[in-house]
């Protein structure tokens, strides 16, 4: 067979929507104004017809942002459950909520519990004014995960069409990294977790999808089609396929990784979306080509070929995990589905059969990968890896609003990237082919730009989630973006000395920060309780609270035409925002993935005294992974305020990846009286001491050829995040340099920020270009090492650049790996007469360590042990383990990592002969797979000095 006669091509047919013509509207004819700063895990907005702004928060709070009072209330919080990425994480009103007022949430009910149910669920409240009716919850329909799935890559957005269908997104729920970054498709026996064809590609599973459903005015008891819910005609398939049984009918589009964000659909089907793809940050010759993500523009149903295919005209190959080799490259053009996880998945997994044959390809509509100027995509200037779908924008000239988006923007669909902060607008030819992009307001920056929408008066409202981990970021935001033909508003920048305090409570204001765009004068009032009354005038004022309780001051700027901005002020009474912090171990001092973390944290809070205790700290461990991290575990600290974690990788996260540990420390106070709970966080963010800088997060002129980092002239530069350099007295780095004349520097926060060390690269002479012969050069620290946390940019010059001319070709440079290595003071000792020594560094094992047999299907830990004997001449020395990594069987490797001990790690004297015990461990899971046969691997023990 040749594949069911169900693919569409994308785009084909579509209606022409043509832009108005001309150079987009300049960047200072818009206004940003911000909203909203008091949010937590801000995940999606709705605008709703008569201004005000709907907020979900992932762990169940819905707000309301009252365009009348410029202030923010909680309109009502749901039962919310938050295992890994899922949460509340789905918000629409429906079309008619005008006079319906329902709207529709998306979230994870804690009952039944997730781990049990393993469900979602799409539900139907009523808005009564600003009060969301919690007992008018309808349940519409039940999105079932995976029995193994713990909340990652799950998606969620909900996006209505105007004739009512309901589209809702979900994502492959399969473990992203156990295949390298490349694409999942495991068919061992007990790797379902780790094959994307058991949910993104079976025509029989909820999962990786987009569904398209219409939910019924008056829906039944019983949560199903028929009952809640209807199946709109036109949908990917029928049911019938096959003899029935092995399709969804609520499947719209399938292939698809974790589409975060729906940003626009139609009565007629048209859809346009986002779609995540794999975390390789390279192209394999025999596995397939680097991650990418893409957005996509389509008016048919469709199969858009994850895990098969991804990139246009780049299939992945066919893995075969037992013999660890390509069988060859998938063909896009027919799609076969023979994965036993697909055809006979296995009782309880919540995995139905669905069709051995499944609809071929059809192609995303715009993609792009980590790094600008890829040639493996036409959007040369796009870059990042979380692509996001912003609305469409539909111009009225009937609109009276003044703030509405010009004619410019007709037709334009709005996307953006969350993980490189751009947003951009895209206008397609009649033919559906993108006809041009332009970046959108490229002078802001929204931070992690979340969730974006239309408002009734044309103006574009954006939800920034942040930077940072969690709850309370500093710069997140609900921001309102205007434009202004004529006169503009004026720019407020105001802040606040204090936003908490006791009882009375005085603050002082300060908006000398605010500016108007054409250069009037402004004048200030402030309205101390939000009741409409002007309480004070001028830049800077201040106001004493004698009552307790929470209060909103506002502060209006007009400029000389009476264009006016606003700036709130959430200001609590009666009761200071505690104060947490994670003492020890310091922000960005390096720390190895698989070695215990014992941390310290500190509250202290003025109204709850003695009761704000450590022990009520939530200290939640993630592991983070490129620009985002994955809750793992959430501990509270003993009386001591101490406690010990073991940050490691998952089964999702092995090979070559960037990844860090990052703490996340939470306390919320107890209130007092009239002044309600306030809470604080503090976060952390710990990187390994040694890093492959192929896996860099940033860079610029900096490439990788054949896997390895590779820099081709002066400027060209990479970055690593987050490091605190206080214990640290040298960097380390593994280089290879076919020619001379040129210098690695070292610089903090930016390529161009202050010197932190240097080192010139010599010739390696390897024999050609593009060879490599790597040596160790190290840069050592001195006085201009910064303090705190920084991060580090390792960036090309020539040494002598007044030599060199523009043409003068640099040397390659290639750049394996940089290891921080601890300082250590250096130990004086009086010298005597009689002889010298030779600088020694003698490390020798006694052999190999050899476990007990490992016993299938029992839970054990065994132990085996070796010896090093260590003869150091050094002031200091230092024994160090490679990552063990797990131990290997042919193509088979333990699901849990090799665990190495070593009695002793460190000398701060001349040694001989020292012994040092070395222990190894390895967990067996009683529902660990073991191959038959010998398990084995080489670790390899490093002896090193910084004072030799």
């Not at 006016?564 to 009666?574: A, D, E, R």
Request: charge should be negative.
């Amino acid at each position: 067979m040749t594949g069911l006669l169900l693919a569409a091509t994308a785009l084909v047919g579509v209606p022409a929507t043509a832009s108005a013509q001309g150079a987009p509207p300049a960047d200072d004819r818009f206004e940003v104004s911000l909203l909203d700063r008091n949010i937590t895990q801000g995940i999606r907005i709705e605008t709703l017809p008569d201004g005000r702004v709907l907020l979900a928060e992932r762990d169940g709070r819905l707000k309301l942002f009252k365009p009348a009072t410029g202030t923010t209330v909680v309109a009502g919080q749901l039962a919310t459950g938050v295992p890994g990425e899922l949460g509340f994480v789905g918000l629409a009103a429906a079309p008619d909520f005008a006079t319906s007022h329902h709207i529709y949430a998306h979230y994870v009910p804690t009952a039944p519990a997730y781990a049990v149910s393993r469900i979602s669920r799409v539900s139907r409240f009523t808005l009564t004014g600003d009060t969301l009716d919690l007992a008018s919850e309808k349940p519409i329909y039940n999105v079932q995960h995976p029995a193994y799935a713990g909340g990652g890559h799950s998606a969620g957005d909900l996006e209505f069409a105007p004739n009512g269908d309901l589209y809702i997104a979900t994502g492959d729920n399969t473990g992203c990294c156990a295949s390298f970054g490349y694409p999942p498709m495991d068919e061992r026996p007990g790797q379902i977790a780790n094959d994307a064809q058991a949910t993104s590609a079976n025509t029989n599973n909820p999962n990786g999808k987009i569904l398209r459903i219409h939910p019924r005015s008056e829906p039944g008891a019983t949560v199903g089609e028929g009952s809640t819910y209807d199946i709109p005609a036109g949908n990917l398939f029928t049911g019938a396929e096959d003899g029935g049984g092995k399709t969804l009918r609520e499947i719209y589009a399938m292939g698809l990784r974790n589409p975060f964000t729906i940003g626009d659909a139609t009565s007629s089907g048209e859809l346009w979306f986002a779609d995540y793809g794999p975390d390789a940050t390279l192209a394999d010759a025999t596995r397939g080509p680097a991650g990418h993500v893409s957005m996509i523009r389509t008016t048919k149903p469709a199969n858009f070929g994850w895990p098969y295919c991804y990139v246009p005209g780049q299939p992945y190959g066919d893995w075969d995990y037992v013999a660890g080799a390509s069988r060859g490259f998938y063909d896009c053009g027919n799609l076969v589905n023979n994965s036993p996880n697909n055809l006979t998945p296995a009782a309880g997994t919540f995995v139905n059969p669905g069709l051995l044959d499944i609809p071929d390809n059809t192609a995303r509509t715009m993609w792009w990968t980590y790094s600008a100027g890829s040639p493996t995509t036409p959007f040369e200037d796009l870059f990042g890896g979380g692509a996001m779908a912003g609305p469409k924008y539909t111009y009225d000239a009937s609109n009276p609003s003044t703030s509405k988006f010009p004619a410019w923007f007709d037709g334009r669909y709005f996307f953006f990237d969350w993980t490189t902060d751009w947003v951009a607008t895209a206008a397609f030819n009649g033919d559906g082919s993108v006809k041009d992009h332009e970046f959108f307001l490229p002078v802001h920056t929204f931070v992690k730009p979340m969730d974006m929408q239309f408002g009734a008066d044309g103006a574009l409202y954006v939800l920034a989630y942040g930077n940072g981990w969690g709850a309370n970021n500093d710069d997140t935001g609900l921001y309102r973006v205007t434009y202004a033909a004529g006169n503009r508003r004026p720019t407020v920048k105001a802040k606040a000395d204090k936003d908490s305090g006791g009882t009375p409570l005085t603050v002082s204001f300060d908006a000398t920060g605010s500016t108007d765009p054409d250069g009037d004068a402004l004048t200030y009032s402030w309205d101390w309780t939000n009741d409409g009354t002007a309480d004070a005038t001028g830049v800077t004022a201040s106001h004493t609270y004698t009552t307790a309780g929470q209060y909103v001051a506002r502060l209006t700027v007009t400029d000389a035409n009476g264009a006016t901005s606003i700036q709130n002020f959430p200001i609590t009474v009666g009761n200071t925002r505690p104060v947490v912090k994670i003492v020890s171990p310091a922000d960005g001092t390096p720390r190895a993935l698989g070695q215990p973390l014992t941390f310290k944290v500190a509250v202290s809070d003025a109204e709850d005294g003695t009761k704000a205790d450590c022990t009520k700290i939530a200290v939640t461990l993630s592991l983070g992974h490129n620009s985002h991290a994955h809750p793992d575990v959430t501990v509270n600290p003993g009386a001591d305020c101490t406690a010990t974690v073991t940050p490691d990788r998952d089964s999702a996260h092995n090979g070559n990846l960037y990844l860090f540990t990052v703490l996340e420390a939470t306390y919320t106070d107890l209130g007092n009286g009239d002044a309600p709970a306030l809470t604080a966080t503090d976060a952390a963010e710990y990187s390994p001491p040694t890093q492959a800088t192929n896996v860099y997060p940033l860079g610029e002129g900096t490439g990788l050829y054949t896997g390895q980092t590779f820099m081709q002239g002066p400027g060209h530069w990479f970055m690593f995040r987050n490091y605190d350099l206080a214990t640290i007295g040298a960097i380390r780095m593994s280089i290879s340099s076919r020619g001379s004349g040129g210098t690695m520097e070292v610089r903090a926060d930016s390529p161009t920020g202050p010197l932190i060390t240097s080192v010139v690269m010599p010739d390696t002479k390897p024999a050609a270009s593009l060879q490599r012969i790597y040596q160790v050069q190290t840069a050592l620290l001195d006085a201009r090492k910064p303090q705190g946390a920084h991060d580090l940019y390792f960036v090309t010059k020539w040494t002598n650049p007044a030599e060199h001319g523009p043409n003068d070709p640099f040397p390659e440079i290639f750049f394996n790996t940089f290891t921080l290595v601890p300082y250590a003071a250096s130990v004086e000792t009086p010298g005597t007469v009689g002889g010298t020594v030779p600088a020694t560094l003698s490390l020798a094992l006694s052999g190999p360590a050899t476990f007990a047999p490992f016993q299938p299907g029992v839970a054990k830990e065994y132990t085996a042990t070796s010896e090093a004997t260590v003869t150091s001449s050094a002031g200091d020395a230092t024994l160090s383990v490679s990552d063990p990594g797990r131990l290997t069987n042919g193509a088979f490797s333990l699901p849990q990592p090799l665990r190495v001990e070593l009695g002793t790690a460190q000398w701060t004297a001349p040694v001989a002969n020292a012994k040092v015990p070395i222990t190894f461990k390895q967990a067996i899971g009683a529902n660990d797979a073991l191959r038959t046969g010998t398990y084995s691997r080489t670790v390899t023990f490093t002896l090193s000095t910084t004072s030799p």
